[in-house]
């Protein structure tokens, strides 16, 4: 029996599953039960920024459950301590929240903002303004944040007061802010959403209205963040001076880990007890935090980020060239997206791609994504554009 039946009896049906049985990582490689050996431009939804395997994260968990493996927040813990350390020094912001996940971050964001004008004594200013078709999770108030309506039907009232503008649309953006907004929230390149960067206008836009009006900034980098985009987090690439910023999936190298990176005059509105989680900043998820944050840092991907980036889109170019199917190559660094035409469903190249031992999904609006680890080598890219190559021959038929 494969997983995939296993899976049908026990796990509730929340997902539609590829049946593949994998079971061994290695690198920027996956390995299933037949020992076939699959491409991973996925990378667990740009989770495994340094692949699988990695001697770093390894050794981490090993060092930190050597010692201890959790002890609550209560005490001060010391990977949390170092991991923030580490963010708050390559970042610049000034002091570190930690959780376990991205819509958790973007919860604890949520609050930290409304709390922020509550204690200043605003408490009019409750409007939280998103993009249409952003992704910030799938808890009530970053579900409420994401600009999906179809993930929010069924469940009933969301928390009020979030109000969602076309992505880049500076004009209806401009139209919602007013000394009644709390927050502008947004991801430094919209992933999900179809693979969408900032433009120029909304970046200055943004800016104006923050000091024009005092509205907060929170940007999501749960995907584009950690070196994604070839810079540590996102924002930078596009001069952006968020209040908040939340991280999580790379953070944990393939652990559960998030974090809200908080500017100052945020934390000083903050006092004990405002908010918390038990798991948290757990010091194993800690540890290996800091040890995918040093290796990004000093051992320069970034500038693996950029160098592959280009080599991917320059093989893009070509089947571009040549297959009338791809609309447009988009996206920054490692987030990659390939917009098709309605003609090419973008499941047929998943598929193909996966024939050919590649793993690559989707973005929304028929967009093919790819998120391969940030240490993917050359020869790695040179060897996932061969299989795109003949996966695009395939579809094309
Ligand atoms: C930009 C962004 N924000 C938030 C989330 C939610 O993260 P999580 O699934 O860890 O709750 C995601 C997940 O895909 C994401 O891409």
Redesign the pocket.
């Known amino acids: 029996m494969s997983f995939l039946n296993e899976d049908k009896q026990v796990i509730a049906p929340l997902y539609g599953k590829v049946d593949i049985d994998f079971v061994k990582g290695e690198g920027s490689y996956l390995f299933d039960a037949e020992g076939n050996k699959y491409l991973d431009f996925v990378a667990g ?2 989770v495994n920024a340094l692949g699988h395997q990695n001697e770093g994260i390894k050794k981490a968990v090993v060092d930190q459950m050597d010692s201890f493996n959790h002890i609550s927040n209560l005490y001060p813990n010391y990977p949390q301590i170092e991991l923030a350390k580490l963010l708050l020094k390559v970042t610049g912001f000034d002091k570190a929240f930690f959780c ?7 919860e604890g964001a949520i609050k930290f903002a409304r709390k922020y004008f509550n204690r200043k004594g605003e408490n009019n200013r409750q409007k939280i303004i998103t993009f249409v078709n ?6 009530f108030a ?1 579900l409420s944040a ?1 600009g999906q309506p179809a993930i929010r039907e069924g469940f009933g009232s969301m928390p009020a007061d979030f109000v969602h503008v076309p992505w880049n649309d500076c004009a209806a953006l401009k139209a919602e802010v007013n000394k009644d907004t709390c927050a502008i929230m947004f ?1 430094s390149l ?3 959403g179809g693979v969408m960067t900032l433009s120029k206008e909304m970046v200055e836009t943004v800016n104006t209205l923050q000091k024009e009006f005092g509205v907060l900034v929170i940007i ?5 963040g950690l070196g994604r985009l070839g810079t540590f987090l996102g924002f930078e690439k596009y001069g952006l001076k968020p209040d908040l910023a ?1 991280l ?2 790379g953070i944990g190298g393939g652990l ?1 880990l ?1 974090a809200v990176l908080l500017r100052q005059h945020i934390a000083d509105e903050l006092k004990a007890g405002d908010h918390g989680t038990t798991f948290g900043g757990n010091p194993v998820a800690c540890a290996v935090g800091a040890s995918v944050v040093k290796q990004i840092v000093e051992g320069n991907l970034m500038k693996n980020v950029e160098e592959r980036s280009a080599q991917i889109r320059a093989g893009l170019a070509k089947f571009a060239e040549q297959y009338k199917f791809i609309k447009e190559i988009r996206g920054a660094g490692l987030i990659v997206g390939v917009a098709l035409t309605d003609e090419m469903p973008v499941g047929n190249v998943i598929t193909a791609a996966r024939e050919e031992k590649l793993m690559v999904l989707s973005a929304k609006g028929n967009v093919l994504r790819m998120l391969p680890p940030l240490n993917i080598s050359a020869a790695e890219v040179d060897e996932a554009l061969e299989k795109l190559g003949k996966a695009f021959a395939k579809v094309a038929g």
């Open positions: 939804i740009a376990n996940s991205g819509t958790e971050a973007n952003s992704f910030h999770g799938r808890t970053a994401t991801e919209a992933a999900e999501d980098e749960v995907q584009a939340t999580a999936k559960p998030g």
